[in-house]
């Protein structure tokens, strides 16, 4: 299996401009988990979903931010417009039950907005 | 609610030496727990993993044991490599939950 795929690894955008960030989970895997890392706050939940629908999406930081999973294969988060706070590495993650297996990863966005 | 503790770092060790790194842990039903690793520029990575009371998770030389009546699961190696130099994660989940409670992060540096 080739594991969780996002891209792009690296995205520089100006302030004002979309942004959107893909995630394909690991097949088979039911749950997926949008995360955002900074040095300020660490790790920080921002959404996830169950059999692609979104349960808890609390931890989405304003309006700007969308999240949407239109199958079981395929994760979208879409920041628009962006900001210079938004300057982050972006995680997805997947699981097929996360209290026997835990998450899988991808490699994560770097995000840089300017 | 849920939560995780883990010790501040960051932690700076001479190769070969001895590594411990602290989690306690708050929860309210059965958890699982487990510890991550993330290398630089890299995402996080499962390390290791117990699932029930006094179950030893152990991968790459690393041990942690699920200890209930300390509520804790302290991460260890006998002899640590430049290698390991990378940021650890505690977490838990709840048997039935289906959303993980991370630590803040351990920051180790291995040096020659």
């Known amino acids: 299996d080739a594991g969780v795929i996002q891209s792009p690894r690296h995205e520089v955008t100006e302030m004002g401009q979309e942004v959107t960030l893909r995630c394909k989970p690991i097949?088979?895997?039911?749950?997926l988990f949008w995360y955002r890392q900074t040095m300020m706050r660490g790790l920080e939940l921002l959404i996830y979903?169950?059999?692609?629908?979104?349960?808890?999406d609390s931890g989405m930081p304003e309006d700007r931010f969308s999240a949407k999973m239109p199958n079981a294969s395929f994760s979208t988060l879409k920041i628009q417009p962006s900001e210079p706070r938004d300057s982050a590495v972006y995680f997805c993650?997947?699981?097929?039950?996360?209290?026997?297996?835990?998450?899988?990863f991808g490699s994560g966005t770097r995000l840089t907005v300017v | 609610g849920d939560s995780v503790t883990q010790m501040e770092g960051p932690v700076t060790l001479s190769e070969e030496a001895f590594l411990t790194i602290n989690c306690t842990y708050t929860?309210?039903?059965?958890?699982?727990l487990f510890w991550y690793v993330q290398y630089p520029g890299e995402g996080l990575q499962l390390l290791l993993k117990?699932?029930?009371?006094?179950d030893k998770g152990s991968n790459k030389g690393f041990e942690a044991t699920y200890r209930k009546e300390t509520t804790s699961f302290h991460l260890e190696k006998g002899s640590v490599q430049v290698s390991d130099s990378a940021v650890y994660f505690c977490a838990l989940s709840e048997w039935t939950g289906n959303q993980f409670y991370f630590g803040t992060g351990t920051s180790l540096t291995v040096i020659p």
């Open positions: 993650a997947s699981s097929f039950s996360v209290g026997t297996y835990g998450y899988t």
């Open positions: 929860a309210t039903g059965y958890p699982s």
């Open positions: 117990a699932t029930k009371a006094d």
């Open positions: 979903f169950n059999n692609n629908v979104p349960i808890d």
């Open positions: 097949s088979g895997h039911n749950s």
